[in-house]
C-alpha cells in the first residue's frame, strides 16, 4: 500500500484496500459434516431337522387264570361212512360259568365242529343213531365245513359238555385237536409296534439384527461467525475515515500552493 510524502495513505490505496475486505466478506467456509443412522434388519432363516415318529399298534388277545387240559392227546381218526349222519369224535368235559374253552382243531378233511351241553349232546346222538337230523337243535358254538378252527368260547352257566367233532364226508379224516378250559375270560392286552417314520421338519425362524450406518454430507457455512464480521466493518471504517482524511489534507495543499 503506497502513502503520501507525509504518510497519509492515498485515496486509490482506500478502496483498494475496502473492495479487500469487502470480498473476505463473500468467502465462506466449507464444512464437512458426518451424520449416523442405526436401523434393524429382519431375516428369514430355514432349517431342515429330521423328526422321528412312532406310529402303528398291534392289539393281540391273551387269556390268563388257571388252565385245565380238556383234550391234549394224539391225532383224532374219524373214519368216512356210507350212511346218513356220518361218524364223529366227542370229548365231554365239566365248565363253570365265566370259563373259557381254548385250543384248535386241524383237519385234513372238511368236517363240522360242535360245542353243546350234554342233554342237547344225548338228543342229537340218538338221531343221528336212527338216521334222523344230522344238526344238532342248539350249540354254545358251533363251525360248519371247516379244516381250522380256532376256539375261544366262553362257558355260559356250570355244568356238563361236549366238544364233537363231526365228519359227514366217505373219507377217512385225521384231526389234531387240542382244547383248554381257562378259569377267566380272555383279557385283551394292546401292545404298541414299534414302527417309526423319519421326515424331514422344516422350521422358518425370523432373526432381527441391527446395522449401525455412516452417511456423509457437505453443508455450506454462510460465512464467518459474528466476532470476525465485526472486526471487518471496525477495519472498514479507519480505513475510509483515513482516506477522507488525507482527501481533505490533499485539498487543501492544492489550495496554498494556488495561492
Known amino acids: 500500500m503506497r502513502t503520501l510524502p507525509n504518510g497519509m495513505i492515498t485515496w486509490k490505496d482506500s478502496i483498494a484496500g475496502v473492495l479487500l475486505l469487502v470480498s473476505l466478506l463473500a468467502v465462506t467456509q466449507s464444512v464437512q459434516s458426518q451424520q449416523y443412522a442405526t436401523t434393524t434388519l429382519t431375516t428369514l432363516v430355514t432349517s431342515n ?63 363240522n365242529i360242535y360245542v353243546m351241553t350234554s342233554t342237547v349232546y344225548q338228543a342229537w346222538e340218538h338221531q343221528v343213531v336212527a338216521g334222523g337230523t344230522c344238526t344238532p337243535s342248539s350249540s354254545v358254538a358251533s363251525q360248519i365245513s371247516t379244516r381250522s378252527y380256532s376256539m375261544n368260547i366262553m362257558v355260559p352257566a356250570a355244568g356238563t359238555y361236549d366238544l364233537v367233532v363231526h365228519n359227514l364226508s366217505e373219507s377217512t379224516v385225521t384231526a389234531q385237536v387240542t382244547a383248554n378250559l381257562v378259569t377267566a375270560a380272555p383279557s385283551l392286552v394292546t401292545m404298541v409296534a414299534y414302527s417309526t417314520v423319519t421326515q424331514p421338519m422344516v422350521q422358518t425362524l425370523m432373526q432381527t439384527s441391527t446395522q449401525t450406518l455412516q452417511i456423509t454430507a457437505q453443508t455450506m457455512s454462510s460465512g464467518p461467525d459474528m466476532t470476525t464480521i465485526a472486526a471487518i466493518i471496525f477495519a472498514i471504517i479507519i480505513i475510509a475515515a483515513a482516506a477522507y482524511i488525507a482527501k481533505t489534507r490533499q485539498s487543501k495543499n492544492q489550495k496554498k500552493k494556488q495561492q
Do not use: D, K, R, W
Request: charged letters at 5%; aromatic letters at 6%.
Open 49 to 111: 431337522q429330521p423328526s422321528t415318529v412312532t406310529v402303528g399298534t398291534q392289539v393281540m388277545t391273551t387269556t390268563s387264570g388257571l388252565v385245565t387240559p380238556v383234550y391234549v392227546g394224539p391225532n383224532v381218526t374219524i373214519t368216512g361212512t356210507h350212511g346218513v349222519c356220518g361218524e364223529y369224535f366227542v370229548q365231554p368235559f365239566n365248565g363253570t360259568a365265566g370259563e373259557v374253552l381254548t385250543g384248535s382243531i386241524s383237519a385234513s378233511g372238511p368236517v
